[in-house]
């Protein structure tokens, strides 16, 4: 008999494990609002697919009477792009910082235990305090994004380029290559695939920051739409739009993960993860 450890789904089998949580949570989802609805027709709280379908074409379809924008295409680019300009400033400043902090003891002893605090701050508790420096533009929730995810990208790459042999170090050393060379040539190739996964990691750190910005000070965004709608108990609406953010973020990281996989074909985790 074998033990659980060693047995190995086969791909159809993956595939239907993968699909059975969802098909279940749907079911669930069609039998209480069926119940909801049989009781109160008018029950705003589990809508019908039928609802939620005449929302979706009303968000999706049909432009705004008063903006002219179709909402749910205005309200993605809107976060998408505070988004990638929140995920690629912090993986920049985690690149730098974090090679710099794990390659250079001079630089681990005057900046880790401030970037170690850095982290533990929780950053919806400085959001006021983004909102009164960088005022309700773009910047504060840009700002927001950095201020909760750099920290632990920095600290994610500084262990990593710790973790390297040292062997790699003084070999490189011993054939003459000074402190740039070292950390462009040797430290860097063996961090970059570190930093996809970091980033990937973060991913729903820097939504859940993103929508929380957007909800308190915006005017088009995923998140803002979600509260503008809520008062109104429109959950046909935000239904749609929690799977939408649910989707974006799936096809963010899968598209990091063949980016991994792809650039660096040698890295072990990235490909046990996708064969996984």
């Known amino acids: 008999m074998k033990r659980v450890l060693n047995l190995r789904p086969s791909r159809a089998t993956r595939l239907a494990l ?13 039998a209480a609002s069926s119940a909801r609805l049989a009781e109160n027709p008018n029950d705003k709280l589990l809508p019908s697919f039928g609802s939620i379908g005449e929302a ?8 705004d009477k008063r ?72 910047l504060s929730k840009v700002v927001l994004i950095v201020f909760g995810i750099a920290p632990f990208i920095v600290r994610d790459l500084q262990q990593r380029t710790q973790e390297l042999p040292h062997e790699l170090i003084v070999k490189a050393q011993t054939l003459g290559g000074n402190t740039w060379q070292i950390i462009l040539r040797v430290v860097l190739p063996q961090v970059l695939p570190r930093l996809i996964d970091a980033v990937r ?27 503008l709608v809520r008062r109104y108990l429109a959950m046909d609406v935000i239904l749609p739009y929690v799977v939408w953010i649910t989707l974006l973020a799936y096809l963010t990281d899968l598209a990091l993960r063949l980016l991994s996989r792809a650039a660096f074909p040698w890295y072990g985790p990235a490909g046990a993860r996708g064969t996984a």
């Open 18 to 30: 993968g699909v059975l949580p969802f098909v279940l949570l749907l079911a669930a989802y069609l």
């Open 56 to 63: 979706i074409h009303r968000v999706a379809v049909e432009p």
């Open 67 to 138: 903006s002219g924008e179709v909402l749910l295409w205005a309200d993605t680019a809107a976060s998408l792009r505070r988004l990638g300009l929140g995920v690629g400033i912090s993986a920049l400043i985690g690149l730098t910082f974090g090679i710099a902090l794990g390659a250079i003891p001079l630089a681990r002893a005057g900046l880790a235990p401030f970037v170690e605090s850095l982290s533990l701050i929780p950053p919806m508790a400085v959001l006021p305090i983004l909102f009164v420096v960088f005022g309700l533009d773009e």
């Open 201 to 227: 990691l973060s991913l729903g750190a820097a939504w859940l920051f993103l929508i929380a910005a957007e909800a308190i000070a915006a005017t088009e965004g995923l998140g803002y739409r979600i509260f």
